[in-house]
Nanobody, 123 residues
Framework: QVQLEESGGGLVQAGGSLRLSCAAS????????VGWFRQAPGKEREFVAA????????YNTDLVKGRFTISRDLAKNTVDLQMNGLKPEDTAVYYC????????????????WGQGTQVTVSS
């Protein structure tokens, strides 16, 4: 079993930055990817970014547009999402998830999920 916990969410003004962190504990898969997803009220969950065990990254380029950066610290077993230039439309609950294998953009392919962290961007 893998447990994930997100942190770093909060309230920020438009144009500001936040750094989300996803910490993994429990049985760690030998080769796994971590993805970040978000869900705003009344909207479907959407893919934000993902990183593979080898550090290969994937982004929702239409959404991120160079503003977000995903990174991982294998020693600490954490994956961070640095978010700059935040906009009110980035307001959502952000979730991290993990799966064995490649970094997927499809949420249904992930096996374990955290509880989420709220990000609110004021205009």
């Amino acid at each position: 079993q893998v447990q994930l916990e997100e942190s770093g969410g909060g309230l920020v003004q438009a144009g500001g930055s936040l750094r989300l962190s996803c910490a993994a504990s429990g049985r760690i898969l030998s080769a796994h990817a971590v993805g970040w997803f978000r869900q705003a009220p009344g909207k479907e969950r959407e893919f934000v970014a993902a990183i593979s065990w080898l550090g290969l990254t994937r982004y929702n380029t239409d959404l991120v547009k160079g503003r977000f950066t995903i990174s991982r610290d294998l020693a600490k077993n954490t994956v961070d999402l640095q978010m700059n230039g935040l906009k009110p439309e980035d307001t959502a609950v952000y979730y991290c998830a993990t799966r064995a294998g490649r970094a997927s953009t499809t949420g249904d392919e992930y096996d374990y999920w955290g509880q989420g962290t709220q990000v609110t961007v004021s205009s």
